[in-house]
């Protein structure tokens, strides 16, 4: 089981802030600041940025507006940030950034269960999964895995359900742990691929 706690190593620790976040978006970052303020308020610029927001988070127009009326967002909560981040390191837009616009993007989606078997399980003969699965602190580990990946407190986690589904794990919640595969894997596609197999 450390070997896999291992591969949560290579997630960001720190949440990216969304103004930093849309500017890799739309492949301004490394503009001059001259540069920048002509892009950032132009008219449409914060409409399309409520678009990524909504898209990538899975979360509606008004929540966004709400984290803010300017590009800072900054009532945005820190978990989103995660998922930023997590997007980021996946590379996942620009790439993505005409089917965002476009409404065709779909945001991925991993429930807690397959996650946890991915992280913990994966690789593990029968025998050895019998033996984690059975040990007495797996909840635990799972609770703190959860945690440890969305940046949120483990009193949250444990509400979300008994067992290794936490079936009420709300949405966004499932979209930065698809985000969060994504940026594993493409940290180490070789190793990652390999396990899988």
Known sequence: MQKNYKILEVLPKQGLEPR?????????????????LEEETDS?????C???????LGVQRPTVRKWGSDLNFDGMPNYCKIALAYIHAAEIVPQQLRS???GEYNAPEVDAQTFLE??????????QVLQTVS?????????????QVLHIGSKSVQDWGQDMSFRKMPKIHKH????ALAAISKSQPKTWD???A
């Open 20 to 36: 930093q976040f849309l500017r890799h978006c739309f492949d301004i970052a490394e503009l001059s600041p001259p540069e920048l």
């Open 44 to 48: 449409q610029y914060r409409k399309k």
């Open 50 to 56: 409520i678009t990524v927001l909504c898209a990538v």
């Open 100 to 102: 965002i616009l476009t």
């Open 118 to 127: 991915k992280i913990l399980l994966e690789g593990l003969s029968e025998q």
């Open 135 to 147: 040990h007495a602190n797996f909840r635990a580990t799972c609770v703190k895995t959860l945690t």
């Open 176 to 179: 930065t742990l698809g985000y």
């Open 194 to 196: 390999k396990q899988a």
